[in-house]
């Protein structure tokens, strides 16, 4: 299925004429159910609603460090760990809200871990960008450096010859120009490797264009010819057109063992960064982003085909921000670490010892 996307793209070239996933909403809706679509649309709602308000708390001066929010993406992670499982190894970046909460991470938790408080994700020292679930390795604050280490797992995989695992793993658009990410990719080729490496392409790396960025376009469809391996285009903001992809490459890989490259193409809805004030878009190309909004085509969705009405909706929607106030409340209460403590778990060598010159 070709076809173009029309974002919030800046108009500098010709649109890129992407070969989507070939999928229907319906039929997938029904293969799904409504149980997990609703489940579905809950977590979509939880993720946009954190982000929200942890917006708010870092612009209040409660969150420190960088703040990268998830908005306008939440279809491509939702789809892929529910078509997927949480069983696997999963590795991102740090615009990893999202993920650490579908593989288990409480709202208190997470947080707890921005505004950097003992009872967080990481006791209050990794903050925003560094959040961990059992099977998820981590955010990393490192464009393209959380790759190899991805790549890694899916190589553990298969020396254990867990055939019914692979690794999973996240990165935007802006890391495909990074040497780590080349080399993972060849080395996940030439070894059988049954790692998925998915692009998030936001269409915006930091403030540069994907199109001044990077030499080839679709990404991943160019990409994988260079390395002999499968390759997908999904729409990022279509909950339906992400599942059926994910689904499909998964149970591929199971067969082959092979690696895979998949382009997930969506928009993000704030800046690279909260302190990001995204002068490099018009207002009117936020607001046509914006129409394509993954949570509105999954609620409409779901409304036309009677799974849903919007009283139903504003009701979930309203308890997954109570879950999110009251996750506040408790990263608010809770206390600050102990200056006392701030060695400990550092890996180096004591002064003077065994390692000290090495």
């Not at 609603?49 to 306008?72: C, D, I, P, T």
């Not at 998925?196 to 990409?223: D, H």
């Not at 969705?301 to 506040?328: C, H, N, S, Y």
């Amino acid at each position: 299925m070709s076809a173009t996307l029309e974002l919030g793209r800046p108009k500098m070239k010709k649109e890129t004429k992407y070969n989507f996933f070939p999928s229907d909403r319906k039929k997938v809706a029904e293969q799904i159910q409504k149980p997990i679509l609703v489940q579905a649309l809950k977590q979509m709602l939880l993720i946009r609603n954190f982000e929200l308000r942890g917006e708010a708390a870092y612009q209040q001066g409660k969150v420190g460090g960088f703040y990268h929010s998830y908005m306008g993406q939440e279809a491509i992670q939702v789809g892929c760990v529910l078509a997927c499982g949480r069983k696997h190894w999963y590795t991102t970046t740090y615009r990893c809200h999202a993920l650490a909460a579908l593989m288990g991470a409480t709202p208190n938790e997470m947080m707890a871990e921005l505004y950097g408080r003992t009872t967080g994700n990481a006791q209050g020292r990794g903050g925003s960008m560094h959040l961990y679930a059992e099977h998820m390795l981590g955010g990393y604050g490192i464009v393209g450096g959380h790759v190899p280490v991805a790549t890694g797992a899916a190589f553990s995989v298969k020396y254990q010859n867990q055939k019914d695992l692979i690794s999973i793993c996240f990165m935007g658009e802006g890391a495909v120009v990074q040497g780590a990410v080349h080399e993972s990719l060849n080395l996940a080729a030439l070894w059988s490797l049954p790692c998925m490496y998915v692009i998030e392409n936001n269409l915006w790396g930091m403030g540069t264009a994907v199109s001044r960025a990077v030499a080839v376009e679709p990404i991943a469809e160019s990409m994988a010819k260079a390395y002999g391996i499968q390759s997908y285009t999904l729409n990022g903001m279509d909950f339906f057109n992400c599942y059926a992809g994910f689904q499909h490459a998964y149970r591929e890989m199971l067969q082959t063992g092979r690696p895979v490259l998949i382009e997930a193409v969506a928009e993000r809805f704030r800046g690279h960064s909260i302190s990001d004030p995204a002068v490099y878009r018009t207002k009117e190309e936020l607001q046509k982003a914006m129409e394509h909004d993954p949570i509105l085509i999954l609620k409409t969705t779901l409304i036309e085909m009677g799974m849903l009405t919007e009283e139903e909706f504003k009701e979930l929607d309203k308890q997954q921000k109570e879950l999110v106030l009251a996750a506040m409340k408790f990263a608010e209460e809770s206390p600050w670490p102990d200056p006392i403590i701030l060695e400990q778990g550092v890996f180096a060598p004591e002064e003077g010892g065994p390692n000290a010159n090495r």
